[in-house]
């Protein structure tokens, strides 16, 4: 499995028999960082806000969850949605919001989509084991670095890939991903993060961090230019 970061919380993965899926796409011009145009197999989509399910620079022909109430298997990807919601008021500021659980070469992933708060222990069993945590750091429309720092402990990830914080040229007031940085020990840059099966016994939760992908040039599954 190749996981490449496209942005807020967007990120493509390429599976190793060539399955080609993105989570939540959002809208390039409305939210002001590019898209890079990729042929897609799977489109994975939290919630129908702008900044989070639009179809523009995408090719191919996509099985397309939205919001999953059910399980379902879009081509060969097992996904389940955990219902949540986007602010602490249950849902009375920015609505409903589904955390996506998905399977990728035997590895479990969840992504948190917009969750904006921390979770009950009945939400906690619900997403259960997970592998790798998509999780929202930069605050204000989702969790701040301190609830996703909670949400982390809940969870128990071995894996962390922080989303949904302020890159260059964006539209949006959020935060930096430092604060959710800060007192880390293990910490990672990769590009991409890969991963061939799911840890066994790790020691030690590793935060990694991806650089946004601004061309599809080299990413696996995309046919070169």
Do not use: W
Not at 37 to 48: K, M, R, W
Not at 135 to 142: E, Y
Not at 170 to 176: A, V
């Amino acid at each position: 499995m190749h996981v490449y970061f496209i942005g807020h919380s967007c990120f493509y993965i390429a599976s190793r028999n060539g399955t080609r899926i993105i989570t939540d796409p959002y809208h390039p011009t409305a939210l002001g960082i590019d898209r890079p145009q990729l042929e897609i197999d799977v489109v994975l989509a939290s919630h129908d806000h702008f900044d989070h399910f639009n179809l523009s620079n995408i090719s191919g022909s996509p099985d397309v969850v939205l919001s999953p109430s059910a399980p379902e298997k879009a081509k060969d990807v097992k996904v389940r949605g955990v219902s949540c919601y986007h602010d602490l008021r249950e849902g009375l500021y920015r609505g409903e919001n589904t955390m996506m659980i998905f399977e990728v070469d035997g590895i479990t992933i969840c992504h948190c989509g917009d969750l904006g708060h921390t979770l009950s222990d009945e939400k906690i069993a619900e997403v259960g084991k997970i592998d790798v945590l998509m999780i929202p750091v930069g605050g204000n429309f989702s969790l701040n670095a301190a609830m996703a720092n909670k949400v982390v402990e809940q969870l128990e990830p071995p894996y962390v890939l922080p989303m949904h914080y302020d890159v260059l040229g964006l539209r949006m007031p959020l935060g930096t991903i430092k604060k959710f940085l800060r007192g880390k020990r293990q910490i990672r840059k990769a590009d991409p993060f890969t991963l061939d099966e799911a840890p066994r016994g790790f020691k030690e939760r590793e935060i990694v961090v991806l650089p946004r992908r601004l061309s599809a040039a080299g990413m696996i599954g995309q046919p070169e230019a």
